[in-house]
């Protein structure tokens, strides 16, 4: 089984804005390996530039952000690579292309690190930060299941949120449960 984190990709688009995406960063054999959909910003900057930075922030509101429209996260220059970071993250991984394979749906992308750095330890994520990291990966992939796999899953991940949210979680979840909504509404719309 493949062991996955779930981070923060910071890469810059062509004009030296940074993109800021969530995404899992798959460790392997050969390096660690970023899998972009296609088509996406992140794609596109890792074809042109063959670098990124991995983010492992707490304030899980920026997973939620990236998925609803707000990614106007503070960054900062990153040291080896022409990149950004976040400025609020416990740490940060700056890697290069070494290898891509090319994928009708997902080309991936082996990497080596070439520099590392942590900036606050990290304490653990309580039951509702994992609650709303979960339910942002559902919402990426609304239009790929169904009512009931997304309601089943949300009424799961409610139970940790419920026992231990604080504002932060609250405020995430809050922003995920409108684009579910939204996505169910334009669904009613098609249909009527």
Same mark, same amino acid.
């Given at each position: 089984?493949?062991?996955?984190?779930?981070?923060?990709?910071?890469?810059?688009?062509?004009?030296?804005?940074?993109?800021?995406?969530?995404?899992?960063?798959?460790?392997?054999?050969?390096?660690?390996?970023?899998?972009?959909?296609?088509?996406?910003?992140?794609?596109?900057?890792?074809?042109?530039?063959?670098?990124?930075?991995?983010?492992?922030?707490?304030?899980?509101?920026?997973?939620?952000?990236?998925?609803?429209?707000?990614?106007?996260?503070?960054?900062?220059?990153? @040291?080896?690579? &022409? /990149?950004? +970071?976040?400025?609020?993250?416990?740490?940060?991984?700056?890697? $290069? !292309?070494?290898?891509?394979?090319?994928?009708?749906?997902?080309?991936?992308?082996?990497?080596?690190?070439?520099?590392?750095?942590?900036?606050?330890?990290?304490?653990?994520?309580?039951?509702?930060?994992?609650?709303?990291?979960?339910?942002?990966?559902?919402?990426?992939?609304?239009?790929?299941?169904?009512?009931?796999?997304?309601?089943?899953?949300?009424?799961?991940?409610?139970?940790?949120? @419920?026992?231990? &949210? /604080?504002? +932060?979680?609250?405020?995430?979840?809050?922003?995920?449960?409108? $684009? !579910?909504?939204?996505?169910?509404?334009?669904?009613?719309?098609?249909?009527?």
């Amino acid at each position: 089984m493949p062991f996955i984190r779930e981070s923060i990709i910071t890469t810059l688009h062509d004009d030296g804005n940074a993109h800021i995406a969530p995404m899992g960063v798959h460790e392997t054999e050969r390096g660690l390996m970023l899998a972009p959909f296609k088509p996406s910003a992140t794609l596109n900057n890792l074809m042109r530039d063959g670098t990124a930075t991995i983010n492992y922030p707490d304030d899980v509101r920026i997973f939620a952000g990236c998925l609803t429209g707000r990614r106007d996260w503070q960054t900062f220059p990153t @040291d080896v690579i &022409a /990149g950004v +970071r976040l400025h609020d993250c416990l740490a940060h991984t700056e890697i $290069k !292309v070494h290898t891509r394979e090319d994928d009708e749906l997902r080309p991936r992308f082996y990497c080596e690190v070439v520099h590392e750095q942590t900036h606050r330890p990290f304490h653990g994520y309580n039951r509702a930060q994992f609650a709303v990291i979960e339910l942002a990966i559902l919402v990426s992939r609304l239009n790929m299941l169904s009512a009931d796999k997304i309601d089943s899953e949300i009424e799961y991940l409610r139970i940790g949120l @419920d026992k231990t &949210a /604080g504002d +932060r979680e609250l405020e995430a979840w809050s922003w995920l449960m409108e $684009k !579910v909504t939204e996505f169910r509404n334009k669904q009613t719309e098609t249909l009527q």
